[in-house]
């Protein structure tokens, strides 16, 4: 059966791509976000994948682009749709939020067709989405520095956190956050409608980082064969999951030097940052509330009074 996506069409054993029409730019052009099918020989799962929901978050963008060159339809069973830049606006910018409403994509959906620029590409996303089995929703911690993680963001009471657990696990990136996200994220709406959805939040960095293309295309491929689209094997591993997440902000302005690497495991009472004038004088230490793991770190060591400076994933678990 031939599997369309906008202006993609793809017989089994078929890749096309083309355009899933949203809307006009601003001089009146009609504009559409990049859309793959790739149609499996065989029938099977179809998994859904997309990126650049947050328009400065490349890394995904880099994943897909490295892993639709490999994908051979005649060795694969079932049927990937892939939206390859979910952000039109950001994207052209190279902004976070769509500057046409200036809103978080990942707060829209599951959209509306008649709503807001954002509400209207998450509704068009979402219908694509919601017609698969699994969905990857391909993320970064912005321009922040951000250890490889993958979120799973239903919550523990949701029926479907085991599998969206499972799907976490078997991308594979050695870190889980397993909280509840807020209202409008894809992987808050999509397992209401019965689907397995993460956010694999491949590193955080300033246009692409090798380290994490290489792991979401290896996240990716883990997915494809352990839920049988290629033939193979996975064995997932143990992950190290956070249920906690907390924050820190400057508690007065100057300059910020961390004292543990991103990464590391701190204890409650360790230093997490030191703050200083530009002249050295120290100004402030701070120190973790609770054991964790440092998740995330600005990347400008100046800050302001309250600015952010790192968040702690704390409840940590092997799972
Ligand atoms: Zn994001």
Redesign the pocket.
């Known amino acids: 059966m031939t599997t369309t996506l906008g202006t993609a069409s793809a017989a089994p054993g078929e890749i096309d791509t083309g355009r899933l029409e949203v809307g006009e730019t601003r001089d009146g052009s009609p504009f559409g976000l990049p859309v793959a099918v790739i149609n499996g020989q065989r029938s099977g799962k179809t998994l859904y994948m997309q990126a650049a929901?947050?328009g400065d978050?490349l890394n995904g963008v880099g994943v897909i682009q490295r892993v639709v060159p490999q994908l051979d339809p005649a060795e694969i069973a079932g049927t990937i749709l892939i939206v390859g830049i979910v952000n039109y606006h950001a994207f052209q910018v190279a902004e976070h939020r769509n500057p046409i409403d200036d809103t978080k994509m990942?707060r829209a959906y599951p959209g509306n067709e008649n709503g807001t620029s954002s509400e209207r590409i998450a509704a068009a996303t979402f219908e694509a989405a919601t017609r698969a089995d699994l969905i990857l929703d391909l993320?970064?911690g912005?321009t922040s520095r951000m250890i490889d993680e993958v979120r799973v963001r239903c919550g523990k009471r949701h029926r479907l956190h085991d599998d969206c657990l499972e799907l976490a696990k078997v991308f594979g990136c050695g870190y889980i956050l397993d909280q509840k996200g807020p209202d409008g994220q894809l992987a808050r709406a999509a397992p209401d409608e019965g689907i397995p959805t993460v956010?694999p939040?491949l590193g955080g960095t300033v246009g692409w980082d090798e380290t994490s293309i290489r792991k979401g295309v290896e996240g990716v491929f883990n997915v494809l064969t352990y839920y049988g689209f290629l033939d193979g094997d996975v064995i997932p591993e143990s992950q190290t999951r956070a249920r906690g997440f907390e924050q820190y902000g400057a508690p007065g302005g100057g300059l910020i030097s961390f004292q543990k690497d991103l990464g590391e495991r701190v204890r409650a009472g360790e230093t997490l940052f030191e703050l200083t004038t530009p002249f050295g004088e120290p100004k402030a230490e701070v120190t973790a509330d609770s054991t964790g793991i440092l998740w995330r770190t600005r990347r400008l060591p100046q800050v302001a009074t309250g600015e952010y400076v790192c968040s702690v994933a704390t409840d940590i678990d092997d799972y």
């Open positions: 929901s947050d978050e990942n993320h970064q912005s956010d939040e």
